[in-house]
């Protein structure tokens, strides 16, 4: 049995991941969705990344478990990255969902240069949070007008010190066993992920779907991360 840390990205908190974890436990193994600090039901609690990557190292911790398939989406890629390298040998699996990689020294803005000025002016204008995109944004992304709705209801502004921090790596990724599973609608992986692979701990594995595949595609999306656990 494996034990799943499940993370949502920018925006979202655990019940993103409500139809996944419902397949994971169907499949007989514990599964975690956890809400980092600043978003959903904890939007009151103040957060930067150092605070996100607490968070997971925390939840790890007192859930105690050992196999552990750590799993991130989107933004939480970066704090799930540097999470996975501070737990020692009870990470079993990385897995990055069509996420942002982790880079030693560098933030979510910056390794999105051409976003960079937009997302700071979005913050700085919200009250140092990034608002959530609204629906029309989620066009091409294979999900019904349904599922485009759930995301956008459980919504919440993103806190802005997470995406302007930069990344710590306690140690190389590239050590680390790690499947990236990218979505094809999205348009392909970050480049540094090729560099990743080659080092023979990386795999890369295509979807289907668009960028949200834990509402668009949550049984394919459950069928890949149980190929993760440890036999």
Known sequence: MANFVLVAGAWLGASAWDEVVAELRAAGHEAHPLTLSGLAEKRDVPAGQRTHVRDIVEEIERLDPREVVLVGH???GIPVGQAAALIGDRLAHLVCVDSNVPVDGESFVSAWPEGRAMVEAAIAAN?????PLPAEEYA????THEQIG???AGATPHPGASL??????????AELP???ITCLLEGGEPPEVA???KGGHWRLVPLDTGHWPMFSRPRELARLLLECAPS
Do not use: F, K, M
């Not at 009250?127 to 608002?131: E, F, I, V």
């Not at 091409?140 to 999900?143: D, F, H, I, T, Y």
């Not at 302007?164 to 990724?173: D, M, N, S």
């Open 127 to 131: 009250d140092g949070r990034w608002p």
């Open 178 to 180: 790690t499947t990236y």
């Open 74 to 76: 989107n933004y939480s």
């Open 195 to 197: 560099e990743l692979v």
């Open 164 to 173: 302007t921090e930069p990344t710590e790596l306690a140690r190389p990724l």
């Open 150 to 152: 759930r995301i956008v």
């Open 140 to 143: 091409g992304q294979g999900l």
